[in-house]
């Protein structure tokens, strides 16, 4: 059992490399604080470890409001620029753990996931996200190693973003973000496969399913596969 705890200062820079990334500027207006404390405990004769987070974080920087005006009114009446956000930040609640082991490999089982996170601040894309996941690794006695998992997330946008986006639809204007339709949520449902091909390489196919694509009922549920290869030498 351990206990892990996290926290640092870095620097938020508003020019963030600038348009090709090469602005080195030194130039920032506040600062990231991440925060976080975990809990690693091992259950049973079989020490199924389990990884259990809380934290955060906390930007000190200024961000321009997207609904709200510097007069109060909503940007699309008063057709001034958004009032600024002194400070915003997020929090979460994460943990997996091992509930069922096929051998004695360190990951070799079966794992569960969950992960709740909430951001605090008009400025920010999203207002919250919610994952929950099953992971099965090492289930094939020649293949330890290999893995299969199958994951659901949902994402709920910014209430203030919804509400501009809204309001400017009504008003017929272009929307926020050049989207067609006001944006609420989604969800997407993955299944992967971890293979481990030789000493060094990764095959990951890939399949999601996409409900709600672009946050609005624009486009039909979608489904993607793909695959991605790593290699590290």
């Not at 604080?33 to 974080?57: A, C, D, R, S, V």
């Not at 994460?94 to 400025?123: C, E, H, P, T």
């Amino acid at each position: 059992m351990a206990l892990s705890e996290k926290w640092g200062p870095p620097l938020v820079s508003p020019t963030e490399g600038g348009r090709a990334g090469f602005n080195f500027s030194f130039a920032q207006d506040g600062f990231v604080i991440p925060m976080e404390i975990g809990w690693q405990p091992e259950f049973g004769k079989g020490k199924m470890t389990g990884h259990y987070k809380l934290g955060g974080y906390v930007d000190t920087s200024n961000h321009p409001d997207p609904f709200t005006s510097i007069d109060g009114r909503p940007k699309p009446i008063s057709q001034l620029p958004g009032k600024t956000e002194r400070q915003r930040g997020a929090w979460y609640v994460g943990a997996d753990q091992m509930v069922f082991r096929y051998g004695k490999a360190a990951n070799q089982g079966i794992i569960l996931y969950g992960l709740a996170g909430w951001n605090m601040g008009a400025s920010l894309p999203n207002q919250s996200q919610y994952t929950l996941g099953i992971i099965s690794q090492g289930m094939f006695p020649a293949r330890i190693t290999d893995a299969i998992s199958f994951f659901w997330t949902r994402q709920v946008v910014n209430r203030k973003i919804t509400r501009m986006q809204e309001m400017q639809s009504d008003m017929g204007l272009p929307l926020l973000g050049g989207v067609s339709k006001p944006q609420s949520s989604f969800q997407v449902l993955e299944l992967t496969y971890t293979a481990f091909v030789s000493p060094g390489v990764k095959f990951f196919p890939d399949l999601q399913y996409i409900i709600h694509p672009d946050a609005n009922r624009v486009y039909p549920n979608a489904l993607l596969a793909g695959f991605r290869l790593l290699a590290q030498f």
